[in-house]
């Protein structure tokens, strides 16, 4: 069965640092979101990714947040600089459409130390 | 206009029990998904429904978009079930709102 695959699977950071998480969305799907859980906390939207630009975005996903992709296999998620409440469980998903279901990857365990 | 309310929040049961997990939201919806998150964080989608119902082996997902409220049914319930049961709407787009979880906990 076809994956979302999201690297690395943990990150430990300094706080100020940039980190980039990076995400493998399965190949056909052209719909990519990532988003976030704090530990403890209901998981979050932070953006979605269509037609190579963002479609939607939340409150969360201020000018340190940015994503990309970069050479058509690959969607990332670049933290400029990162800082304590960064840290978090980080979720990509991708869909073939807005009407069909999310794969979700694996997650990034983000620790901002 | 994102209120997404799960009940119950934590949910004991034996194995073989038919289990029901509810989900009310304030607002018109475009989309409900029901989602599991296991234990070690990984969260896999069950269903999307906007409408109806939807049956997936042991697993049902009902909506009444009237009553804005959906449910999802566990028959024959069993210990690899247990897991965090997660309810996201959205609204219009892509952005999805999701409710708290229910923490299942299925007893052999």
């Known amino acids: 069965e076809p994956e979302v695959t999201q690297t690395p699977s943990h990150q430990v950071t300094q706080m100020g640092q940039e980190v980039i998480l990076r995400c493998v969305p399965i190949?056909?799907?052209?719909?990519f979101y990532w988003y976030r859980q704090i530990l403890g906390q209901k998981v979050e939207f932070l953006v979605s990714?269509?037609?190579?630009?963002?479609?939607?975005k939340s409150e969360i996903f201020d000018d340190q947040f940015s994503v990309e992709r970069p050479d058509g296999s690959n969607f990332t998620l670049k933290i400029r600089s990162t800082k304590l409440e960064d840290s978090a469980m980080y979720f990509c998903?991708?869909?073939?459409?807005?009407?069909?279901?999310?794969?979700f990857g694996s997650g990034t365990r983000l620790t901002v130390v | 206009k994102n209120e997404v309310e799960q009940s119950p929040q934590n949910l004991t049961a034996q194995e073989g029990e038919f289990i029901t997990i509810n989900c009310s939201y304030s607002?018109?919806?475009?989309?409900l998904h029901w989602l599991q998150q296991h234990p070690g964080g990984g969260i896999v989608s069950l269903f999307m429904?906007?409408?109806g119902k939807k049956k997936h082996g042991r697993l049902i997902a009902t909506i009444n978009i009237q009553e804005k409220h959906s449910s999802l049914h566990i028959t024959a319930s069993h210990p690899r079930d247990s897991a965090v049961y997660i309810c996201?709407?959205?609204?219009?787009?892509?952005?999805?709102?999701f409710g708290t979880g229910t923490s299942l906990t299925v007893i052999p």
């Open positions: 190949s056909n799907h052209l719909y």
């Open positions: 429904l906007s409408s």
């Open positions: 998903a991708s869909s073939e459409g807005q009407v069909y279901g999310y794969t």
């Open positions: 996201a709407v959205s609204y219009t787009g892509n952005q999805f709102y």
């Open positions: 607002v018109g919806i475009s989309a």
């Open positions: 990714f269509y037609n190579n630009e963002i479609s939607e």
